[in-house]
């Protein structure tokens, strides 16, 4: 594997993650300030955000020992996926998603995207569409779109995904099986108590406890058109402004929630290509 360096820099990131990557989204007219870092290692951490780190320990631990180390049982993690030495790029719905940002960005809509290292992905924040949209670019990958709760505060709900993600290194295929984890059979009641502090419904499924809803799929083979991986990519969005937010009773309150509060929903829905 190709060493990481510690960085809080987006073009070093981009450059050791995705080579030749970052050249091609800044002759499509992208800046390296319209990014951010997520799951940044380097540089000043904010005191909230070592708090917010720590806070999440225990959730990363039952997940480890639900998708790595249980020698025993059915193992829920089926295969570990390697790299291809050389990486084929499905920039089609990234730039749509770019192009989705920019707009509503014009708009002075709340919309942050950036590199995930972790996850070797970019995540894109629509804050009023309800939606945080995980995406790798390459064929073989997906887009997904994950429902947004008003309980938690944002970045607590871009931590828990990208841990939970990065754990079960082939979440993706767990998302989209959504198989119920059973407790007494795949998890202990005490670690079942940590789940449900995070959003776990008990005897479902990880897809269940990120709000998972939907993804566009980068096939090769079957390649849609531009228009239809874009026209889909709106229909989603607008989906998720008309959708409301999800009201959860589960998530306990965090202290960091009061920044994404008294958001003024005006009556404007996103508008296609």
């Known amino acids: 594997k190709r060493k990481k360096t510690a960085t ?35 540089g000043d951490v904010p005191s909230d955000d070592s708090l917010l780190n720590e806070s999440f320990s225990e959730l990363e631990d039952v997940i480890s020992q639900l ?15 390697s790299k291809a030495s050389r990486t084929s790029y499905c920039l089609t719905c990234l730039f749509s998603l770019i ?5 509503l960005q014009f708009r002075k809509w709340p919309v942050e995207w950036g590199w995930c290292r972790d996850l070797q ?18 064929y073989g990958y997906a887009t997904y779109f994950f429902e947004l709760s008003n309980t938690a505060s944002i970045r607590w709900q871009v931590k ?19 198989k119920p984890l059973l407790v007494g059979e795949d998890m202990t009641a005490g670690e079942a108590e940590v789940l449900i502090k995070y959003g776990w419904v008990a005897n479902t499924g990880l897809g269940t406890m990120l709000n998972y809803r939907d993804r566009v ?5 079957t390649q849609k058109p531009t228009s239809e991986w ?15 937010t999800i009201v959860s009773t589960l998530i306990a309150p965090h202290d960091d929630d ?4 008294g958001l003024d929903m005006e009556d404007v829905k996103l508008e296609p290509y």
């Open 99 to 103: 192009e989705q940002a920019r707009y």
């Open 8 to 42: 809080d820099s987006i073009e070093t990131a981009l450059e050791e993650d995705a080579p030749g990557l970052l050249q091609v989204l800044i002759q499509q007219g992208v800046t390296v300030d319209e990014l951010r870092l997520y799951g940044n290692e380097g």
């Open 121 to 138: 992905s970019f995540i894109f924040v629509f804050e009023r569409h309800n939606r945080i949209v995980m995406e790798r670019p390459e």
């Open 160 to 178: 828990r995904l990208v841990l939970a993600m990065k754990l079960a290194s082939c979440g993706r295929y767990q998302l989209i099986e959504n």
């Open 217 to 221: 799929y980068h096939d090769r083979k």
């Open 67 to 81: 998708f790595y180390k249980r020698e025993t049982g059915t193992k829920l993690l089926n295969s570990s996926f």
């Open 258 to 261: 009061i920044d994404d509060a």
């Open 230 to 244: 874009r026209s889909k990519i709106s229909e989603l969005l607008i989906d998720g402004y008309n959708s409301g």
